[in-house]
C-alpha cells in the first residue's frame, strides 16, 4: 500500500469488531483493494441479482470502517448484485481487519470457490508478498499449499502479458501455459499457441510440439547448437552447496530454501542487506 492509499484509509479509526447487522448505505462502501480477481462475469451477477430479489440476501456482507465510510472485505458478487438491483442499503457485518488479514482472506475465498484463473492465483500470491514482505515460504505456511506450488505459480508470471491474456481468452489450461514457458520469445508463444488452439492439442501434444520446435532453428530446418545436458543433478546441487558453505566461511549465513520437483529444482539463496550491512560493520573494526 502506498503512502497516498495509507493516508486515504486511516486504519486506527476502524471501529471495533461487532456481531451486530448494520444496514449500511452502499454509496458509502468501497471496494477491497486488495481483490485479487480481475473479472466477474456479468451474467453470474445477473443470476445472482434474480436470486436475491426472489429470496432476499440470506449471508451479510462483511466490510471494515474506513474514513469515508466502509470498505467490502467479503461479498464482492453479493455486493454488486444488490446495487445492480437498485438497493440503497445492504446488511453487514462490521469487523475490525487488518491489510494482510484483509488480502489473505480475500486470497483464500477465492482460492476455495475457484474463482480466480491461473494467472490472477499467481498476482495474488505475487502481491501478498511484494505488499507484506512475506517469502514464498511463508507464504504457502499461511495458505496452507507447498512452497513449490507457489513457486510453479508465480513462474507463470514470466510470460509476457499478450501471452497470458490469449490463454485466457482461448481457454488453454496451466499445463498448456508452462508448456510455453520453454519458448523463448513472445512471437514463439504466440505462434504455437495459435497452433495449439487451432489444431485442439492436449497438453502433451502441445508439449512433443514444443519440444520439435526448441530443437530447430526459425524455419531453416537447421538443428540448434544442443546446449549440454546435465545427467546427475546431484552434481548441480552439490555445487551450488559448496558455493554457499564458500559464503558462510566468510562469515554470512544466508537463508537457503531447496525445492526438488521431478522436472525442475529450485534454490533460492537470500542475504538481508542486515546480514551484509553486519559484516561490514564487523570489517571497519
Not at 83 to 88: A, E, I, N, V
Not at 234 to 241: P, Y
Request: with cysteine; glycine share 4%; hydrophobic share 40%.
Amino acid at each position: 500500500m502506498t503512502e497516498n492509499q495509507a493516508e486515504q484509509f486511516p486504519f486506527n479509526q476502524i471501529e471495533p469488531a461487532t456481531d451486530k447487522i448494520l444496514a449500511i448505505d452502499i454509496e458509502k462502501i468501497s471496494p477491497n483493494p486488495f481483490q485479487p480477481r480481475r473479472e466477474i462475469a456479468e451474467e453470474k451477477i445477473d443470476e445472482l441479482a434474480q436470486s436475491i430479489k426472489a429470496c432476499g440476501l440470506i449471508q451479510p456482507i462483511v466490510v471494515r470502517r474506513v474514513a469515508n465510510g466502509y470498505q467490502l472485505v467479503v461479498g464482492e458478487r453479493r455486493f454488486l448484485a444488490c446495487r445492480k438491483l437498485g438497493w440503497k442499503t445492504i446488511s453487514a457485518a462490521v469487523k475490525a481487519i487488518s491489510d494482510n488479514a484483509m488480502a489473505t482472506i480475500a486470497l483464500i475465498e477465492n482460492l476455495q470457490r475457484e474463482n480466480l484463473n491461473f494467472i490472477e492465483e499467481a498476482l495474488g500470491y505475487v502481491s501478498l508478498m511484494k505488499n507484506f514482505n512475506l517469502t514464498q515460504e511463508i507464504l504457502a505456511q499461511r495458505l496452507g499449499k507447498k512452497q513449490s506450488t507457489i513457486a510453479n505459480k508465480i513462474r507463470l508470471l514470466k510470460l509476457p502479458v499478450p501471452v497470458r491474456d490469449q490463454l485466457l481468452k482461448n481457454g488453454l489450461s496451466e499445463r498448456h501455459a508452462r508448456a510455453l514457458l520453454r519458448l523463448d520469445s513472445e512471437e514463439e508463444q504466440l505462434k504455437t499457441m495459435h497452433e495449439i488452439v487451432e489444431r485442439g492439442l492436449t497438453v502433451s501434444q502441445a508439449e512433443k510440439r514444443i519440444e520439435k520446435i526448441t530443437g530447430r532453428s526459425d524455419g531453416g530446418g537447421k538443428l540448434k547448437r544442443s546446449r549440454p545436458v546435465v545427467r546427475d543433478m546431484r552434481i548441480v546441487l552439490n555445487t551450488i552447496r559448496e558455493a554457499v558453505s564458500i559464503i558462510q566461511r566468510s562469515g554470512l549465513y544466508p537463508e537457503v530454501v531447496e525445492t526438488v520437483e521431478p522436472d525442475y529444482i529450485e534454490v533460492t539463496i537470500r542475504l538481508t542487506r542486515e546480514m551484509l550491512q553486519s559484516e561490514q560493520d564487523s570489517n571497519n573494526r
